[in-house]
């Protein structure tokens, strides 16, 4: 049987942020937060909450991405 890893936020955050070439700044200012919060979701020190999950999936709509697509990853 084949199991596949789901991708971790931390994991999506850093993706994305690199797919889009954007600094863990760039991505804050874009998402609304402050750096270090980007910061802690990629290194995986805090989690985000239900809005900011929210506001993350929206800006990756925005770019042509989803999270299902990045679930599949």
């Known amino acids: ?23 863990q700044e760039m991505m804050a200012k874009e998402l609304g937060v402050a750096f270090a919060t980007v910061n802690r979701w990629e290194s995986g020190r805090c989690h985000p909450n239900y809005r900011a999950q929210k506001s993350f999936a929206e800006f990756c709509k925005a770019n042509g991405m989803s999270m299902e697509e990045l679930d599949k990853m």
Not at 1 to 23: A, G, N, P, Q, T
């Open 1 to 23: 049987m084949f199991w596949r890893r789901i991708m971790e936020f931390k994991d999506k955050v850093k993706y994305v942020r690199k797919k889009l070439y954007l600094s």
